[in-house]
């Protein structure tokens, strides 16, 4: 089993800045990537930024582009989402994911991937 548990949420005025953090454990038998997604009352979860295996690829979602990155430390085990110029759209609950297989191009939807944290929140004030 894996399990993934996300920290570093938490209470910020517009135009602050949070790092996310995502530490995997378990058995973890293959390549995987990672991703953030995040998920508004009343919304559907929606992607928020993905990375592979390997670090080399990452992909974002258009309103964040600019602003978070996406990074993964394979040694620690654990994925990050940087987060700066923080906009109250921006207010979710944050959570993490993995899709195991192989180091290739990582999926965008919530189908693609296997493991989920419990979420963090992030609250943007303005």
């Known amino acids: 089993q894996v399990q993934l548990v996300e920290s570093g949420g938490g209470f910020v005025q517009a135009g602050g800045s949070l790092r996310l953090s995502c530490a995997a454990s378990?058995?973890?038998?293959?390549?995987?990537?990672m991703a953030w997604f995040r998920q508004s009352p009343g919304k559907e979860r929606e992607f928020v930024a993905t990375?592979?295996?390997?670090?080399?690829?990452?992909y974002y979602k258009d309103s964040v582009k600019g602003r978070f990155t996406i990074s993964r430390d394979n040694a620690k085990m654990s994925a990050y989402l940087q987060m700066s110029s923080l906009q109250p759209e921006d207010t979710a609950v944050y959570y993490c994911?993995?899709?195991?297989?192989?180091?290739?191009?990582?999926?965008?939807?919530?189908?693609?991937?296997?493991?989920w944290g419990q979420g963090t929140q992030v609250t943007v004030s303005s």
């Open positions: 994911a993995a899709s195991r297989g192989s180091d290739g191009l990582p999926p965008v939807d919530r189908s693609g991937y296997d493991y």
């Open positions: 378990g058995r973890i038998l293959s390549a995987f990537a």
């Open positions: 990375i592979n295996w390997s670090g080399g690829y990452t």
